[in-house]
């Protein structure tokens, strides 16, 4: 099925979905690095200091997180020529013996309240300190989080963006075949681990979302023939029906202060947006048009949307004011441009770009109207922002599979996130936790 297709079908297409909202672990996300070693600053990760009964590599975790955002390159274990878990203890011309510019040491401790986490990086080459925490005591089973937060504060020392590794993604999995086929909405961390259930269904699930609070996730589901928009509260389970309206209940998004959503709807004419308000539900009709407008995203502060519409023919990205006004078409390169998403600061676009039988990632500056190409195809889509910008989760087929990819959004750093059956639709989280 062609992009063009889908973005009708989806719209069109009554379905049959049985929701429900369970618990069990889905099979984790297997990450491959495609590229990115170039350019990459060199560093160690010290194994940290361990009480003997506790099992838990911090420095491992530290290191894959940095590694992966492809602007890292670590040194093997049994490369290092000592193994320091004090700044007193480094001997620092060892580092620089190796190449290192700089290292990570740390130890973990039991306290009363559970295990502390001290880590300092250091410059090997001045042979300073730059930043040394002592992380809050926690549980032993929360310490893949403190390692994910001890890298976004790595991550924006050296870089001097925001991490994004202690953060979440949503995706949808498929698997099986006929009246066997399944499809589950599932929360994992952004590396992949803890992957959650959310909902299960015998038909697809579609266009999971993240609330800014990162506490709700709202997605579209079926239910007795007819469409409707789910809003699913994370920690206690509770699942609210948003809308469901004859016809099209589709691609809700979320304001930046998670009061509003903007959705499709066509139960008054063709499929339009609709702006509710989501404390007293109050709604108002955004466009009014015979074609079709469809997958609306916010700017970052709230006071536009960008949307999906073929009202000039072929489906191209327009962007208005959420108070109204005819629509500015944005996107000219290609036979195609969908599923336009903000960039955090605002200045351009994420969209699926069309051309050549070919459907790619790339990036719309708003200012000049350039297009910049991320992936490669042939057949990429629903890209969702990390919180800081840098990198993009995407759906991709390869080698005839449903699977995850990301691209850093200079194009040089790209991975693919596998596991057995199809995996697609993903959303990432904001930086809240």
Not at 13 to 40: F, K, R, T, W, Y
Not at 266 to 289: C, K, M, W
Not at 350 to 372: C, H, K, P
Request: net charge neutral; hydrophobic share 35%; proline share 6%.
């Amino acid at each position: 099925m062609t992009m063009q297709n889908r973005f009708v079908s989806l719209l069109k297409l009554p379905l049959m979905l049985c929701l429900l909202c369970v618990g069990a672990a889905q099979a984790q996300l297997e990450i491959e690095v495609d590229s990115g070693e170039v350019g990459a600053k060199p560093i160690a990760i010290v194994p940290f200091a361990t009480p003997a009964d506790l099992s838990f590599d911090v420095a491992q975790i530290v290191e894959a997180d940095l590694v992966r955002s492809g602007l890292f390159r670590s040194i093997p274990r049994t490369d290092m020529l000592e193994k320091p878990t004090e700044p007193a203890k480094i001997n620092y011309r060892n580092w620089r013996a190796v190449g290192m510019e700089n290292l990570v040491i740390g130890s973990l401790s039991r306290t009363g309240k559970g295990v502390a986490v001290r880590f300092f990086l250091m410059d090997a080459t001045r042979g300073a300190q730059l930043i040394g925490f002592d992380m809050p005591a926690v549980g032993p089973e929360q310490l893949r989080v403190v390692s994910h937060q001890i890298a976004d504060l790595i991550y924006e020392k050296l870089t001097g963006n925001k991490g994004y590794f202690n953060t979440q993604i949503a995706y949808v999995t498929a698997s099986g075949f006929g009246p066997g086929r399944r499809f589950e909405l599932v929360v994992a961390d952004a590396d992949g681990f803890n992957p959650r259930t959310i909902a299960t269904s015998r038909e697809p699930l579609m266009s999971p979302t993240w609330a800014p609070d990162g506490k709700r996730l709202s997605y579209v589901g079926y239910e007795r023939g007819r469409s409707s928009i789910f809003v699913h509260t994370l920690a206690s389970g509770e699942l609210r029906k948003l809308v469901s309206e004859k016809g099209i209940n589709g691609s809700p998004a979320w304001s930046p202060d998670g009061s509003k959503m903007v959705v499709t709807l066509s139960f008054e004419t063709n499929p339009d947006l609709y702006l509710i308000d989501l404390n007293g539900g109050a709604r108002r009709r955004l466009t009014e048009h015979y074609g079709i407008d469809t997958e609306a995203t916010f700017s970052p502060d709230g006071l536009q949307v960008a949307f999906t519409s073929d009202r000039g023919g072929s489906p191209q990205v327009y962007v208005m004011s959420i108070n109204g006004g005819e629509p500015r078409r944005v996107t000219f390169q290609g036979r195609q441009n969908l599923r336009p998403r903000f960039s955090p600061d605002g200045r351009s676009l994420l969209v699926v770009n069309a051309e050549g039988g070919r459907y790619t990632i790339g990036t719309v500056d708003l200012q000049s109207g350039s297009f910049n190409k991320l992936t490669d195809g042939p057949l990429d889509e629903s890209p969702s922002y990390a919180p800081n910008g840098t990198v993009v989760i995407y759906a991709t087929s390869s080698r005839g599979n449903a699977e995850l990819g990301t691209v850093t959004t200079d194009g040089r750093v790209r991975q693919r996130l596998r596991q057995p059956g199809e995996v697609r639709e993903p959303s990432w989280g904001p930086a809240v936790r």
